[in-house]
């Protein structure tokens, strides 16, 4: 190899490293001493469902939107060294950050005994699961057990033709349908809650119940979240009716929240 050829790969090498140093180190310990994360309160959703809600410094400051997740650390409680990436479940505000998590790992499951004043270091935002991406005026959101946290923070800052559909085996495990129910009789939307198991013949996401459900669905962008059985499911039956792709936009469950379940586990069936 050629000096020149070699000075140019490591120049390549080390422009990488400094990416990553400071993207990864540099920028999540500043942006974190800038905003001071602190844990306000911690509120059971269901059994194995809870909600953290965060408070800091200039938070409508922070570069963040609905659909966007970040890496949690709690360093002040027990195993601060492991990090849970979830979604946040409202849409930031500026005065709050709020994250929603399943029990379904040890990381996640202790999420609920985090004590009030906690500190926060989170890493991020990370994800395009945003409305910056949306190329229709019409919107669908389809959203599986727990990944309807995205979904959520999506609805609260939605316009439009809006139709959301929330995937669970029991209408009881429908996490912060509440919180959907209030937002999309604020902005005219609808909620559909699909209840049921695949395995005893429920397919609520086959092409044609789709386009029953919604007739439109051509005309709508798509984001889709959930267990990896039900984005399997939705996203196949999205390319038999033809919908571009431009207009499908997925977070994949195990992507969310390893801890979580984006990862997101459990909750809902394809």
């Avoid at 966007?68 to 060294?81: C, L, V």
């Avoid at 989170?122 to 994800?127: I, L, N, T």
């Avoid at 910056?132 to 439009?160: N, Y």
Wanted: charged share 15%.
């Amino acid at each position: 190899m050629s000096p020149l050829a070699t000075a140019y790969w490591y120049t390549i090498w080390a422009l990488v490293l400094m990416a990553l140093v400071v993207g990864r180190i540099v920028m999540p310990f500043r942006r974190n001493a800038y905003h001071q994360f602190r844990v306000s309160k911690v509120v059971p959703e269901s059994d194995n469902v809870v909600s953290v809600y965060m408070t800091g410094k200039h938070l409508d400051r922070l570069p963040t939107s609905a659909g966007q997740f970040f890496i949690w650390h709690f360093p002040d409680f027990r195993h601060w060294w492991r990090s849970n990436p979830f979604s946040l479940s409202a849409a930031p505000d500026g005065q709050m950050l709020r994250l929603t998590a399943k029990a379904v790992g040890s990381g996640s499951a202790g999420v609920r005994d985090i004590p009030v004043g906690s500190r926060v270091f989170a890493e991020g935002p990370y994800g395009a699961f945003t409305s910056m991406q949306r190329t229709k005026p019409g919107l669908l959101l389809i959203a599986g057990g727990i990944g309807v946290t995205p979904i959520r923070s999506l609805l609260e800052d939605a316009d439009g033709s809006v139709t959301v559909l929330y995937r669970v085996r029991t209408e009881a495990e429908a996490v912060l349908l509440p919180e959907l129910q209030a937002l999309a009789s604020a902005r005219g939307a609808r909620v559909h809650v699909l209840t049921g198991r695949t395995a005893s013949g429920s397919q609520p996401f086959e092409p044609a119940n789709l386009v029953a459900l919604v007739p439109d669905i051509a005309e709508r962008d798509i984001y889709v979240c959930g267990p990896q059985g039900m984005m399997t499911a939705v996203l196949r039956s999205l390319r038999q009716l033809r919908i571009p792709s431009r207009q499908v936009h997925a977070e994949r469950f195990s992507l969310v929240s390893a801890a979580q379940a984006r990862t997101r586990a459990g909750g809902a069936g394809g």
